[in-house]
């Protein structure tokens, strides 16, 4: 399915409890923090507080950041991801927190093939949040609305 069917629902995704839920109310609740989502043309966007921007991906394992890491950073490891576009992308991994309408948010995050990496760039996309968002929060993805709720996980 795509969005054209996915996105006519609000989405509650919560990892730890291992469910997910549909529904067409308005999803409200206590301790949410919501920020613009702008799933119109594409894959969904949020904009980061530093002003970048940022594709959410569930299937990928990694976040990445587009340009890779700033020089001199030291890689906390290495690992070989999957991308349904790409293939298989060993990549070093650095870590990072990255700040959603002020929610800090720990990343792992890659560095993408050049080809990916300069689509993005192009697309004038920062960075794909992967799975780490999912491990984090439990997220509303209200696609409705246009917007993208975060709880804290605890």
Request: aromatic share 10%.
């Amino acid at each position: 399915m795509g969005l054209d069917v996915l996105g006519r629902f609000s989405w509650v995704v919560d990892r730890a409890a291992g469910t997910i839920g549909a529904t067409t109310a308005t999803p409200e609740a206590e301790g949410i923090v919501w920020m613009p989502l702008d799933a119109q043309d594409g894959p969904p966007i949020v904009t980061l507080d530093d002003g970048a921007r940022a594709i959410l991906d569930s299937g990928a394992a990694l976040s990445y950041r587009v340009g890779g890491a700033p020089a001199g950073l030291m890689p906390v490891c290495f690992v070989t991801d999957w991308s349904l576009l790409w293939g298989a992308i060993a990549t070093p991994v650095w870590e990072s927190t990255l700040k959603l309408n002020g929610v800090e948010l720990p990343v792992l995050y890659g560095q993408l093939p050049a080809e990916a990496d300069s689509n993005l760039a192009w697309m004038q996309t920062g960075w794909i949040v992967g799975a780490d968002l999912f491990r984090a929060f439990r997220v509303h993805l209200d696609f409705p609305h246009g917007r993208l709720g975060l709880k804290a996980l605890g």
